[in-house]
């Protein structure tokens, strides 16, 4: 036999190898491994180069399809030749790309040949395969979703060997990072096939000693959390299982990005409909987590997050889901509490964040796909942001949600109370609008918050802020009893619960002053006429004014303004009775 490689293959291999029947070409391919075998064990280097170059480029790469799958079943016979390990020139990679290149190849039959190759050279190399793993798993990958039924469950073969030789040794040798890169690219795909095959991949590396997946979870995250809405019950609970483990990995910030993992989440945690409410639930859990193990360096999200599961609070929505919404804001309240109060009023943050327009952007990309959105980076927790959500959020339908954004208006304020002024503009206008609410929970939480927005506590005030807080003390009884006027039956239906709650909030006396004053300066009609007539009964008979009945009697020293409401009564009212009989006391006392 000539030792010429086209004398080698035209003499004894040519038809074989192009026989179009299967077990002829695997014969040809096995009686050329036995020719190639007694040539490794003689030295002839040339003429085993020579064949392996024929067989790829007149076989494997030529244009008869038969031939193709020939060529591709003789490299992987004579891959497995121990003695290939010992020719010159010859490497592995020289019998994997061939194969590789057509898994890919137009040809569903050269596509099923070239995984059974890769099959047969994996199986007797083992892990010197691993070398070209991402290269074998990004081309799986694909075949994941190949229309060839045939082809597809060849390359599920390989799959599973490909698994059992990672998983065959602590820290195999694969190139993590590539393998992470080529995730994150094909993660969003909608075709199920392809999202069992990379769910079962992390899957099988998670499990693996040495192999770290929690560190570059960013990457991929959002990919997993959209598979949770998957129809298949199959894929959804395997990437439920492999996100169960990565949340019970991460135990501390330096396990992985925190801050980008919560970017991530949020969004999701405003899936509504049934098939992502698991998308939902998981998403909450992250952050409150992750809320408590990284503290402070999440405080510039904590806007977005409590934005995210206000919604959640109404008892209308599922039960889990509320509860672990409840146990979050909680979290979120400590976190805020327990920060030092520097931290809430950043500068940078205030002079960043202040754009309602901005804002209002940011909200609206969050309620698009979270596919492709996470949240915009920032750098400190923004005041502004906070009350502007918390103000979009007071005219929602569940009253659970109005009264716990009420109650974070009043933690603010409570820590902050200088710069809550100085923001409240849009807040005390939705706050007046509270006081329409069916729910007397809400009335007393809004009198309750614009009390505190208009009250000075602090001992040595500046100028500027006791300025402040008249000008919202004003503008909150301004406001209350426009809304009297305007609003018809509200001053009947509502006016004794409201009056006489605020009675109990704030001094009587500075109320009532204010309203005096303002009354004065409003023309009388009929609605004015109503209203002080409301306003002098609840005066002489509420329990909450009773020290202010008790200063009307030294008339020496009540403001004037004060006992204008009480005379105006005898304007408002023809028939008396005992309010005249009072206001009549008055007078006599020396008016």
């Known amino acids: ?26 014969a040809a391919g096995l009686e050329l491994r036995r020719h190639m075998k007694m040539f490794m064990d003689e030295g002839k280097w040339q003429s085993i180069v020579g064949i392996l170059k024929l067989l790829k480029d007149e076989y494997v790469f030529g244009l008869n399809t038969s031939a193709r799958k020939g060529g591709l079943l003789a490299l992987s016979a004579i891959a497995i030749l121990p003695e290939c390990k010992s020719v010159p020139h010859i490497k592995l990679e020289d019998f994997v790309t061939p194969p590789l290149i057509c898994m ?25 395969i691993l070398q070209f793993f991402p290269e074998m798993f990004d081309n799986l990958c694909k075949l994941a979703h190949d229309p060839d039924k045939d082809v597809q469950e060849a390359a599920q073969v390989l799959d599973r060997l490909l698994k059992d030789v990672v998983t065959e040794r602590d820290a195999p040798n694969i190139d993590i ?40 979870l960013p990457s991929y995250l959002r990919g997993l959390f959209c598979i949770l809405s998957e129809d298949i019950a199959e894929i959804r609970d395997s990437c439920q299982d492999i996100l169960k483990e990565f949340f019970g990995a991460i135990k501390s910030p330096k396990d992985t990005d925190l801050v980008a993992l919560v970017r991530i989440l949020v969004p999701f945690c405003s899936n509504t409909t049934v098939s992502e409410l698991l998308q939902s639930f998981m998403a909450i859990s992250w952050i409150s987590k992750f ?44 976190l805020i509490a327990s920060t030092d109060k520097d931290l ?33 980076e920032q750098s400190c927790f923004s005041l502004c942001r906070m009350l502007h959500l918390l103000t979009t959020h007071l005219d929602s339908s569940a009253v659970e949600t109005r009264v716990c954004v009420i109650r974070w208006c009043l933690l603010l304020h409570s820590m902050v109370p200088t710069h809550m002024g100085i923001h409240a503009d849009e807040l005390v206008e939705s706050l007046l609008n509270s006081l329409l609410d069916e729910s007397d929970k809400v009335v007393k939480l809004s009198l309750e918050a614009l009390s505190e927005l208009s009250t000075c506590e602090e001992d040595n005030p500046t100028k500027e802020r006791k300025a402040l807080v008249d000008g919202l003390f004003q503008r909150f009884i301004s406001g209350l009893l426009s809304l009297f006027n305007k609003k018809a039956g509200f001053l009947a239906n509502r006016g004794d619960f409201i ?26 009609d009929r609605l004015s006429q109503s209203l002080v007539q409301t306003l002098n009964r609840i005066l002489l008979t509420a329990r909450e004014l009773e ?45």
């Open 1 to 26: 036999m000539s030792d010429e490689p086209g004398a080698v293959l035209s003499t004894y291999f040519a038809k074989g190898l192009a026989d179009r029947i299967y077990e002829k070409r695997k």
């Open 104 to 128: 890919l190849d137009p040809d569903c039959a050269v596509r099923w040949s070239a995984c059974e190759a890769l099959y047969n050279i994996a199986k007797f190399t083992r892990e010197e």
């Open 177 to 216: 990072e590539q393998f992470v890169r080529l995730l994150a690219e094909r993660i969003h795909t909608q075709d199920p096939g392809v999202r069992q095959f990379l769910v079962s991949w992390i899957t099988v590396l998670d499990s693996v000693p040495g192999v770290d997946l929690v560190k570059p």
């Open 291 to 334: 809320i408590e193990i990284g503290k402070s360096i999440l405080l510039p999200y904590v806007p977005d997050i409590c934005g995210a599961i206000l919604p959640w609070l109404s008892g209308s929505v599922d039960t889990k889901l509320r509860e672990l919404a409840v146990s979050t804001n909680q979290v979120l309240i400590r």
């Open 344 to 376: 809430l009023v950043s500068e940078q943050g205030e002079d960043d964040d202040c754009d309602h327009e901005l804002i209002e952007s940011s909200q609206q990309a969050s309620t698009q796909s979270p596919m492709y959105t996470a949240l915009s």
């Open 499 to 524: 009056i006489r709650h605020l009675a109990s909030l704030i001094p009587p006396k500075r109320m009532y002053t204010a309203m005096a004053s303002t009354i004065t300066n409003q023309p009388v």
């Open 547 to 591: 020290g202010i009945r008790e200063e009307l009697k030294c008339i020496d020293n009540t403001d004037k303004r004060l006992i204008y409401i009480v005379v105006q009564v005898l304007v408002c009212e023809p028939d008396f009775n005992i309010f005249a009989v009072f206001a009549s006391k008055v007078l006599c006392a020396g008016l």
